[in-house]
């Protein structure tokens, strides 16, 4: 079945430091790629995603690359805020929206930013 | 436009009682997901509706169950409730095309005592 692995943490960084978060998946066929953001007390939003191998996803300098022939999917930005601190998710899905029959998901990498 | 609406917020419930929690979505959206999420387990995809259909479903036992209106409100429903079954339980909804994205709630978080 598929499953999605990602660095648990927690990940403490100070601010401005470069960000990776690992994700690497398992999958048949070739599913659609995710990483979501939880904030505190919040749902999940989306952060940005992937559809097909060599792919860049990108939001807020945020940036993640779909990288088949390693099945992964790591999250990166270059200076890291302290309003990023949040739980991230990387996950996957037959589908571009991830609707449908589900997305599988990471257990969340928590990130923490200190100024 | 409002965001997806879950409630209650809270609850707190003991065991081999029954739950059931509600989600608005987004007006227009004819797709409903739920998923549960612990901290053991992560989130994990309990079913999905769509036009009061249940599309697809994953891996929980039969206590789990859910309803899809013609309004598109959903209910959940947990029936038998473990001491397991406390989790934060996350809507989503969408327009139901499979290329659309989710949007989710701020979860119900129920803890069985």
Known sequence: ?115 | KAGVTQTPRYLIKTRGQQVTLSCSPISGHRSVSWYQQTPGQGLQFLFEYFSETQRNKGNFPGRFSGRHFSNSRSEMNVSTLELGDSALYLCASSSGTVNEKLFFGSGTQLSVL
């Open chain 1, 1 to 115: 079945g598929n499953s999605v692995t990602q660095m648990e943490g927690p990940v403490t960084l100070s601010e401005e430091a470069f960000l990776t978060i690992n994700c690497t998946y398992t999958a048949t066929g070739y599913p659609s790629l995710f990483w979501y953001v939880q904030y505190p007390g919040e749902g999940l939003q989306l952060l940005l995603k992937a559809t097909k191998a060599d792919d860049k996803g990108s939001n807020k300098g945020f940036e993640a690359t779909y990288r088949k022939e390693t099945t992964s999917f790591h999250l990166e930005k270059g200076s890291v805020q302290v309003s990023d601190s949040a739980v991230y998710f990387c996950a996957l899905s037959r589908y571009s929206g991830g609707g449908a029959d589900g997305l599988t998901f990471g257990k969340g990498t928590h990130l923490i930013i200190q100024p």
